[in-house]
Every structure is written in structure tokens, then in C-alpha cells.
């Protein structure tokens, strides 16, 4: 037992402060707006809770008007083309994100008319909904009174109760308290929750004369509550090493094409690669050229590294019918991820 005396939160103390400090997001529905009788949209909801995952809400606002802009309804974007879909996800990372958000919104269209299941539980039947999303929807949404813990949760938490480990090792201690200290008001509850952990109990400051559970707060008392949570033993990340090659025809244009369609950045597009290996590949161009090499890129997905030798060459448009050409204009259109812009910026491109 971690928590021998888990205190619940002050939910109302919580509220008082969301009320007069809650951050203006373009897909919040205000404290005072909710109080009037404003409906949080789901799809909105939904959209920027998928947005949000691994990633900040500065990053994410562009992208959220943008998809919005262009498919106002989980209709519009049930009808649009995956492709359309990556190309506007591209640079947000984790892509299988993308390509859920998309099956999730045909499955809302096709399986329940266009609206969103009410609960945690049978949101958790769409695909890529897991637990923290459905009881994001659940709470703001509905008003379903059910803890909504995420990363800033469990950073709050752990220094509300001075967690004396780390907070994989005391999760559902954590969510079982949250739970115990929700409101009837569960989904500016939940919000409150997220603004206080993102401004007040943030990362790598506490600013504690201004956090409306202070007076409660374990690791105010006990020590610096910057000390918590307390951090688990990282695995050394592996290595992974390859090629890629950046080929341009007479006219400047650059070969590109789709990578598979299952794993690691599936569907999305890409130039030519070795494979990814833990010793450097031999290199192997994909066709005769004069080739140049580029330098190194190094790129962190979550469980490795990859170092890439980067490639180049002027190359005959002959012999490459798996993907297409583009114009070096028209790459900033191309469902392009992180890395590949990374490489084609090493060759002197994008």
C-alpha cells in the first residue's frame, strides 16, 4: 500500500479556481459556457484527446483548427480519404494514431448514426479509444463521473501524495483515489485536473501559493514537491542503423513512395531505405547514379533509435515504379513523417 492516507482532492476548491483560470482551447467549452447549458461537441473532444496523446497543446492547435476546418463533422472525416488524412497528420508523430482516428470515425458514421457512445465503457469498442481517452469523452462530454488520469494527473497526484515510488508501480492507487474524489461537475473536473497539472504543477516547477489543493499537498510539506514523481529505471534504448536515398530526376523532381501497409509509419510516405539493423547495413543503391553521401540522421521513436546515412544522387527516372515523383514545391503536401523531412532537409531539401 502506497498511499496509506489517500485524502481525496478538494474537487471544490479544484472548480473555484477552473472557474475564474481555465485555459481558453479551441475545443473547450468554457466553465461559464458549460454552466449556461453548452454541450462540449464529442467529436471535438475526441479529435483533440487523440491530437493530445504524446503531444503538447501548443503543437497541437494547428493541426486541430485544420482538421476541423476542413472536416467540420465526424462525418467529413469518416468520408475523406486516409491518404488526405496523413498528409494532414503528417509532423504530429505516432501514426497509427492517424490511421485509427480515421477507422474510429467510420465506425462512429457506419455502427452508431454519427454519435458517440455516452459511457467509458462502450467508447472503449471503438478503435484506438483506450481507457484514458474514453473517460476523457466520458467526462467532459457526459458528465460521467469517472477519473480521468493522464501524465500531468500522475505528476499531480504523486506530489499530492508524495508518492514514495514511481507512478507505474502505484497507477491504479492513483486512479482509485482520483476516482474517489470526482464531482457531480465530472467534466470540468477533469479539465481543472489537466490545467492544473499543464500551469501550476507543471514539470519542472511548482508554483504551490497558487494551487488550490495546496493545503493538502504531501510533498508541499514533506520536501520539494519538484522531487516527485519519483523517476523509474530507464532500459537503455537500442540502435538501429541504415541507409536511405534521396533521388532526384533531371527535372529536380524527388522520388517518393508509400511505405507498407503494417508497421512502424505504415501508409505513410516515404524516400527508399535499407533495412534497419542493429549493425550498418552494407549500402545498396536502388539504382545507378552518381552518389553522394549526406551525412547522419538520428531520429528517437519510442522504443529505439534509428541513425540513418543519408544519400543522394541525379538519377534517370527509369526503373523506380513503385512510387511517384514530386516536385520539390509540392513536398510541404506529402504525408511525409518527421523523419523523412529530416532526411530530405540532409540531402538540401524541403
Not at 481507457?131 to 469523452?137: D, K, M, R
Not at 467534466?187 to 514539470?203: E, N, R, V, W
Not at 545507378?288 to 527516372?317: K, M, N, Y
Not at 515523383?325 to 531539401?349: D, S
Request: charged letters at 20%; hydrophobic letters at 45%; glycine letters at 6%.
Amino acid at each position: 500500500m502506497h498511499l496509506p492516507n489517500p485524502a481525496p482532492i478538494d474537487a471544490a476548491a479544484v472548480l473555484a479556481w477552473y472557474d475564474t483560470h481555465a485555459r481558453d482551447l479551441p475545443w473547450r467549452v468554457s466553465p461559464a459556457d458549460r454552466a449556461r447549458g453548452m454541450a462540449p461537441d464529442p467529436y471535438r473532444i475526441w479529435l483533440s484527446e487523440v491530437m493530445l496523446q504524446q503531444t503538447t497543446v501548443a503543437a497541437v492547435k494547428a493541426y486541430f483548427l485544420r482538421f476541423t476546418s476542413l472536416w467540420p463533422t465526424v462525418f467529413d472525416l469518416a468520408a475523406a480519404p486516409l491518404d488526405a488524412v496523413l498528409k494532414e497528420w503528417a509532423g504530429l508523430g505516432y501514426y497509427a494514431r492517424a490511421r485509427n482516428l480515421h477507422a474510429c470515425a467510420q465506425a462512429v458514421v457506419n455502427q452508431h448514426g454519427g454519435k458517440f457512445p455516452t459511457t467509458s465503457t462502450s467508447l472503449q469498442t471503438l478503435p484506438g479509444i483506450g481507457a484514458y481517452t474514453s473517460a476523457a469523452i466520458a467526462a467532459i462530454c457526459f458528465d460521467e463521473p469517472v477519473a480521468v488520469l493522464d501524465g500531468n494527473l500522475d505528476r499531480v497526484l504523486a506530489r499530492y501524495y508524495a508518492l514514495p515510488v514511481p507512478v507505474r508501480d502505484a497507477k491504479e492507487e492513483l486512479r482509485a483515489a482520483l476516482q474517489a474524489s470526482v464531482p457531480g461537475r465530472a467534466g470540468d473536473f477533469a479539465q481543472a485536473m489537466m490545467d492544473l497539472g499543464a500551469t501550476i504543477c507543471a514539470p519542472r516547477t511548482a508554483i504551490c501559493m497558487l494551487c488550490p489543493i495546496q493545503p493538502g499537498c504531501v510533498g508541499t510539506k514533506a520536501a520539494d514537491p519538484a522531487l516527485y514523481p519519483l523517476k523509474a529505471a530507464k532500459a537503455e534504448r537500442p540502435v538501429r542503423k541504415g541507409h536511405a536515398f534521396v533521388m532526384t530526376d533531371p527535372a529536380g523532381d524527388v522520388y517518393l513512395q508509400t511505405r507498407p501497409d503494417k508497421g512502424l509509419l505504415a501508409k505513410m510516405t516515404e524516400v527508399p531505405t535499407s533495412d534497419w539493423a542493429v549493425d550498418l547495413p552494407a549500402v545498396a543503391y536502388p539504382v545507378q547514379g552518381d552518389w553522394h553521401h549526406r551525412g547522419q540522421v538520428i531520429h528517437i521513436f519510442t522504443h529505439f533509435r534509428l541513425e540513418l546515412e543519408i544519400w543522394s544522387a541525379a538519377v534517370a527516372p527509369t526503373g523506380l515504379d513503385k512510387g511517384w515523383w514530386a516536385e520539390p514545391k509540392a513536398l510541404k503536401g506529402e504525408a511525409l513523417p518527421t523523419l523523412f523531412r529530416k532526411v530530405l532537409a540532409a540531402a538540401g531539401l524541403e
